[in-house]
């Protein structure tokens, strides 16, 4: 029988550590060819957008898709998580919070393949839901003990550091200005839906890792083409997505100053197929356009935890 995990359930056993070890076997199946994903579709109308995430897992036993829509009143996401040897519908599960970490499980992940190992310091554009996620992660992921953060809105700002804080157990602290978070930094988390670069190339430290998570589309850009060009590797959650929705790297691709074989999947890193970060001294840059392998990976570990909780509503299907 098929279930319904809501937002209380996957709240009760989803935990950071979970989203990281999940996020990370979706990027080794598929850098060994045991998954399949498929870049995000959309239909749009004038008010609302439908969005599909799609994609297989088959060496976890699942396959399924994340459909979510988008209007000004709020996003509302749904997983559809089936058996990939029988297609039966094992769950449907209310996936805001699964989204939230999954997303910033991504970032942990590359940090913690492509930041220096003792980067302590981490400058985050951005104080919103999708930013909670980003620093949960690489504080977890790295040995993070000083987080500043910038915002618009200096009331959410301050109560967006102190929630982090209690969180994480790490300093989470207001930036000053823009430069304040890119300088000293020893990483970078971008977690807005700019329109124009956030920064200047020239603040940018020598052996930064950058994460950039909001530029999904051509119309959002967090990153200038300087500070794109400054990163010798760059790489990606898929070449595809990326090609298809990478907001930072499409003027450039476009304008041939960068090209898709200089694109290195984060799956290749993770086995071990490309090397990674060369020195301490290198700027690396992780593009994540986000894909559902990731979300049915988190969804198949929170359906499991949920079902030994005995939590869930069996549906009648």
Same mark, same amino acid.
């Given at each position: 029988m098929a279930v319904f995990l809501s937002e209380n359930d996957v709240r009760q056993v989803l935990t950071v550590d979970m989203a990281l070890a999940a996020v990370e076997s979706a990027?080794?199946?598929?850098?060994?060819?045991?998954?399949?994903?498929?870049?995000?579709?959309?239909s749009r109308l004038p008010q609302t957008v439908l969005h599909i995430l799609q994609g297989a897992l088959p060496a976890q036993g699942v396959i399924g898709y994340k459909a979510y829509t988008s209007n000004r009143s709020g996003n509302r996401f749904l997983v559809h998580l089936f058996d990939a040897a029988s297609g039966v519908l094992l769950a449907i599960i209310e996936a805001d919070y699964l989204g939230m970490m999954r997303t910033g499980a991504a970032?942990?992940?590359?940090?913690?393949?492509?930041?220096?190992?003792?980067?302590?310091v981490a400058g985050v554009f951005g104080?919103?839901?999708?930013?909670?996620g980003h620093v949960r992660a690489i504080c977890a992921a790295l040995p993070i003990e000083l987080v500043k953060v910038y915002g618009r809105q200096p009331e959410k700002l301050r109560d967006f550091c102190a929630r982090?804080?209690?969180?994480?157990?790490?300093?989470?602290?207001?930036?000053?200005?823009?430069?304040?978070?890119?300088?000293?930094?020893? +990483?970078?988390?971008?977690?807005?839906?700019?329109?124009?670069?956030?920064?200047? %190339? /020239?603040? @940018?430290?020598?052996?930064?890792?950058?994460?950039a998570a909001g530029s999904n589309a051509l119309i959002r850009q967090e990153l200038s083409e300087a500070a794109v060009r400054r990163c010798e590797l760059i790489v990606v959650d898929a070449v595809p997505t990326a090609l298809a929705e990478a907001g930072d790297l499409l003027p450039l691709l476009e304008k041939g100053r960068l090209h898709p074989r200089?694109?290195?999947? +984060?799956?290749?890193?993770?086995?071990?197929?490309?090397?990674?970060?060369?020195? %301490? /001294?290198? @700027?690396t840059l992780f593009e994540s356009q986000g894909m559902a392998i990731q979300d049915l990976a988190l969804a198949r570990q929170v359906l499991e935890a949920a079902l030994a909780g005995g939590l869930g509503r069996e549906l009648p299907l």
């Open positions: 990027h080794r199946d598929l850098a060994q060819g045991q998954a399949l994903d498929t870049p995000r579709q959309r970032s942990g992940v590359a940090a913690r393949w492509l930041a220096r190992p003792d980067a302590t104080s919103g839901w999708q930013a909670e982090m804080s209690e969180a994480t157990g790490r300093r989470v602290v207001a930036a000053a200005d823009a430069e304040d978070v890119v300088r000293d930094s020893d +990483l970078l988390g971008t977690v807005t839906s700019a329109a124009r670069p956030l920064f200047e %190339a /020239e603040w @940018l430290r020598p052996g930064t890792h950058i994460n200089q694109l290195t999947e +984060l799956g290749d890193i993770i086995i071990g197929r490309h090397s990674g970060r060369r020195d %301490a /001294e290198q @700027l």
